[in-house]
């Protein structure tokens, strides 16, 4: 049975202020996460041992602990700085560089965002570098550090910490998926109904954040299945179908979103719909009320033609008036009558 770890290493893990790091390592059946930087090299030509380095930022105050302890080439340190890179996997002598992308919703802005992570990994070390905090990585380092009665996730090797964060990291999908449902369910209902320009922009907006979202999730596919073809040297046999699930997982979140964006493009058609329809309402409104009034419009304008002498107005005997009122009265009464039989109003 593994050695149980100390109670203050089980405590939740804090949230990083930017640059710094958080240091777990594995060595002799013992978790640590309080090792001095300056035991780093031994413990990396360690075959044993196993080493996590944490950083949120972008690597710039690490560079030096990078480039001599864990000799990640120039190139590497380069690309973590870049704030928008595409997902890629980059297999080099020493180690694998992998860059993966999560996946967040803002409800009120309706904005996708998609935070970066680097990860490196070599025979016994694994790196992660973030600029942004990312709350499912807290909670793989909290499921680290706590103590437990079976094997640790650490005494497994590198490819199964790798596992266990790049599923984490896929895991953490579904539930933005799981809103991003309960909203188009919602703008179903809306769009029905209602016309305006607030539920049009928000189709444009969700539109938008889902091609983006689909944009960022595409390559990790690929990066997915590379790691499974393609990264033998770190990672054994009997781990691959592992990442294969991971794989599998991808490739069901990027077809949930591909079902998302034909669900906004129906939604957008019915919405288009929904206002044509009102306008063609308004336009028969307006056609009603305009047919009403011409007939009334003829007859008032035939005895207001500017004549010196009119035959009706020379033999009226007082009455003419208003038996002309009460015909336009009639006539009005008689096209609405016709109009709400036949259901135009």
């Given at each position: 049975?593994?050695p149980?770890?100390?109670?203050?290493?089980?405590?939740?893990?804090?949230?990083?202020?930017?640059?710094?790091?958080r240091?777990?390592?594995w060595?002799?059946?013992?978790?640590?996460?309080?090792?001095?930087?300056?035991?780093?090299?031994e413990?990396l030509?360690?075959?044993?041992?196993?080493?996590?380095?944490?950083?949120?930022?972008?690597?710039?105050?690490?560079?030096?602990?990078l480039?001599?302890?864990?000799?990640?080439?120039?190139?590497t340190?380069?690309?973590?700085?870049?704030?928008?890179?595409?997902?890629?996997?980059?297999?080099?002598?020493r180690y694998?560089?992998?860059?993966?992308?999560?996946?967040?919703?803002?409800?009120?802005?309706?904005?996708a965002l998609?935070p970066?992570?680097?990860?490196?990994?070599?025979?016994?070390?694994?790196l992660?570098?973030?600029?942004?905090?990312?709350?499912?990585?807290?909670?793989?380092?909290?499921?680290?550090?706590?103590?437990?009665?079976g094997?640790?996730?650490?005494?497994?090797?590198?490819a199964?910490?790798?596992y266990?964060?790049?599923?984490?990291?896929?895991?953490?999908?579904?539930?933005?998926?799981?809103?991003?449902?309960?909203?188009?369910?919602?703008?179903e209902?809306?769009?029905?109904?209602?016309?305006?320009?607030?539920v049009?922009?928000r189709i444009?907006r969700?539109k938008?954040?889902?091609?983006?979202?689909?944009?960022?999730?595409?390559?990790?596919?690929?990066?997915?299945?590379?790691?499974?073809?393609?990264?033998?040297?770190?990672?054994?046999?009997?781990?691959?179908?592992?990442?294969a699930?991971?794989?599998?997982?991808?490739?069901?979140?990027?077809?949930?979103?591909?079902?998302?964006r034909?669900?906004?493009?129906?939604?957008l058609?019915v919405?288009?719909?929904?206002?044509?329809?009102r306008?063609?309402?308004?336009m028969?409104?307006?056609?009603?009320?305009?047919?009403?009034?011409?007939?009334?419009?003829?007859i008032?304008?035939?005895?207001?033609?500017?004549?010196?002498?009119?035959?009706?107005?020379e033999?009226?005997?007082v009455g003419?008036?208003?038996?002309?009122?009460?015909?336009?009265?009639?006539?009005?009464?008689?096209?609405?009558?016709?109009f709400?039989?036949?259901?135009w109003?």
């Open positions: 049975m593994l149980q770890t100390p109670p203050a290493q089980a405590q939740p893990a804090q949230p990083l202020p930017p640059g710094s790091q240091l777990i390592t060595h002799h059946a013992a978790l640590q996460t309080d090792a001095p930087p300056h035991t780093l090299p413990l030509r360690d075959p044993a041992a196993l080493v996590w380095l944490d950083i949120l930022g972008d690597g710039a105050s690490q560079e030096i602990l480039k001599e302890v864990f000799e990640l080439d120039p190139i340190i380069q690309n973590m700085r870049e704030p928008k890179e595409r997902a890629r996997f980059i297999e080099l002598e694998f560089y992998l860059v993966m992308h999560g996946m967040a919703f803002d409800a009120q802005t309706n904005e998609t970066k992570l680097d990860i490196v990994f070599g025979q016994n070390f694994m992660t570098v973030h600029p942004e905090p990312l709350v499912w990585l807290d909670t793989l380092v909290d499921e680290v550090q706590a103590p437990g009665s094997a640790h996730l650490m005494d497994r090797g590198v199964v910490l790798l266990a964060l790049l599923d984490s990291l896929v895991e953490s999908y579904f539930p933005v998926l799981d809103d991003l449902d309960g909203l188009i369910d919602e703008l209902d809306i769009t029905a109904t209602t016309a305006s320009n607030d049009q922009l444009f969700i938008r954040a889902l091609a983006e979202l689909r944009r960022v999730i595409s390559p990790q596919v690929e990066v997915a299945n590379s790691l499974v073809f393609r990264a033998g040297k770190f990672i054994p046999v009997e781990a691959q179908p592992y990442f699930e991971v794989h599998d997982h991808l490739i069901r979140a990027f077809e949930v979103l591909d079902s998302y034909d669900l906004m493009s129906g939604i058609d919405y288009l719909t929904t206002v044509s329809n306008l063609n309402v308004i028969k409104q307006t056609a009603i009320i305009a047919t009403i009034f011409l007939p009334i419009t003829f008032t304008g035939v005895f207001g033609q500017n004549f010196g002498h009119l035959p009706q107005v033999n009226d005997s003419l008036f208003w038996w002309v009122l009460a015909v336009m009265a009639l006539i009005t009464v008689v096209q609405i009558w016709i709400r039989k036949r259901g109003f």
